[in-house]
Nanobody, 115 residues
Framework: QVQLVESGGGLVQAGGSLRLSCTVS????????MGWYRQAPGKQRELVAS???????NYADSVKGRFTISRDNAKNTVTLQMNSLKPEDTAVYYC?????????WGQGTQVTVSS
């Protein structure tokens, strides 16, 4: 059974930084592409950053240049470094596999950016 455990969220002022981590168990982590998603109140969940098993990354336009996704295959973790945070980044952040390989969602971690 796949488990996804997100951590690292919090309350930060605009312009600040946060580092989110997701620990994954129940799969061969190194073989899977991973993504960070977020869901703001009243909005659909969206993919904000992804990283392939080979380490290639991709970002939503709204976070490009501010967020960095990385992975540590030895620790089965995927990390999202978020800099220059904006109030519109406020959301619950989740990690998951990509596309058809998505599994059940973890509890997520709340990020709140105050103006």
């Amino acid at each position: 059974q796949v488990q996804l455990v997100e951590s690292g969220g919090g309350l930060v002022q605009a312009g600040g930084s946060l580092r989110l981590s997701c620990t994954v168990s129940g799969i061969i982590f190194s073989l899977n592409d991973m993504g960070w998603y977020r869901q703001a109140p009243g909005k659909q969940r969206e993919l904000v950053a992804s990283i392939t098993s080979g380490g290639s990354t991709n970002y939503a336009d709204s976070v490009k240049g501010r967020f960095t996704i990385s992975r540590d295959n030895a620790k089965n973790t995927v990390t999202l470094q978020m800099n220059s945070l904006k109030p519109e980044d406020t959301a619950v952040y989740y990690c998951n596999l990509l596309g058809l390989r998505m599994v059940g969602w973890g509890q997520g971690t709340q990020v709140t950016v105050s103006s």
